[in-house]
């Protein structure tokens, strides 16, 4: 989905639609429009016992930068995923969950694939498992509600802005040449860049962090509506998801149904850092 170029504190801040990008990828074909499937299309003349392989990558970029590549993890991404089976040599399957954002080979004003890759694993198996598994990744994604900006509103927006920049003020404290009020006029001009350069000399207090800094906010804004974090859900608790199928297949041979309703889609997932 698209999401235009919010002003200053919306843009830099992780925010609440983390996992969007200003690339202009509209939604894929696919359940929920979280991802949906593409490459070399049918199997062909694979048999159902043929011996295959089927590599599973975490694709990434920076959230709401408009240019490619993945630059900190100190800074929120958005992640797609992709599974490419190969039998006998041969590509035969690529499919995809774009997970509300940005599809591969989708490209930047500069013409560079926005996405990158940030880890892979790999599983083995007969086709037959091959296609069971497609088709359950096919259907993998929260059933929590996405949460995305359209959701609350602009007045809704402003207050999270507000929580946000007084948790920074309170909490964080740089030692370099930019203060941590300086950091703020950083986020708030929407210099990521400047932030990203600023943030290593910055230390949290004992038990904060970004990501507890927007649920905090978060947290106060959703109870008006009478709704908890556990409600919602970002890209990246979808990607996780994704993964953990993949992961059980590669140890198991099995393939398991995601649970749309389990533990990690309960709540935004706003930083992930995947490890093979």
């Not at 235009?4 to 429009?33: K, Y």
């Not at 159902?48 to 408009?66: I, M, P, R, V």
């Not at 929407?190 to 906010?217: E, K, N, R």
């Not at 059980?248 to 995947?274: M, Q």
Request: some cysteine; glycine content about 12%; hydrophobic content about 40%.
């Amino acid at each position: 989905m698209r999401v235009s170029f919010w002003p200053a504190w919306v843009l830099a801040a992780l925010t609440l639609a983390s996992c969007s990008s200003d690339d202009g990828g509209g939604a894929a074909a696919g359940s929920g429009g979280s991802g949906g499937s593409g490459g070399t299309g049918g199997a062909g003349g694979v048999a159902g016992t043929e011996s295959c392989t089927a590599t599973f990558t975490w694709l990434q970029k920076d959230a709401y930068k408009e240019t490619a590549g993945r630059s900190s993890d100190l800074w929120p991404p958005h992640t797609t995923t992709q599974i490419d089976v190969s039998c006998s040599g041969q590509l035969i399957k690529t499919a995809f969950r774009e997970n509300h954002g940005t599809k591969p080979g989708d490209k930047d004003k500069n013409g560079e694939v926005f996405l990158v890759s940030v880890g892979s694993m790999q599983a083995s198996g007969k086709w037959s498992a091959m296609e069971s598994l497609l088709a359950a990744y096919d259907e993998c994604e929260c059933g929590t509600q996405f949460l995305s900006m359209d959701a609350l509103g602009d007045a809704a927006v402003q207050k999270l802005v507000a929580e946000v920049e007084g948790y920074v003020l309170a909490h964080l404290t740089c030692s370099g040449a930019v203060d941590a009020p300086g950091l703020v006029q950083k986020l708030k001009a929407g210099d990521i860049a400047g932030v990203l350069a600023v943030l290593p000399s910055c230390t949290w207090a004992s038990g904060f962090d970004w990501a507890s800094g927007f649920d905090a906010a978060l947290g106060k804004i959703v109870a008006a509506a009478k709704e908890t974090l556990a409600d919602y859900h970002v890209c990246n608790n979808d990607a996780e998801l994704q993964a953990t199928l993949f992961d059980g297949f590669r140890k198991t041979a099995a393939v398991t149904a995601c649970d749309p309703a389990g533990a990690s889609c309960k709540g935004p997932k706003w930083f992930y850092a995947p490890k093979p």
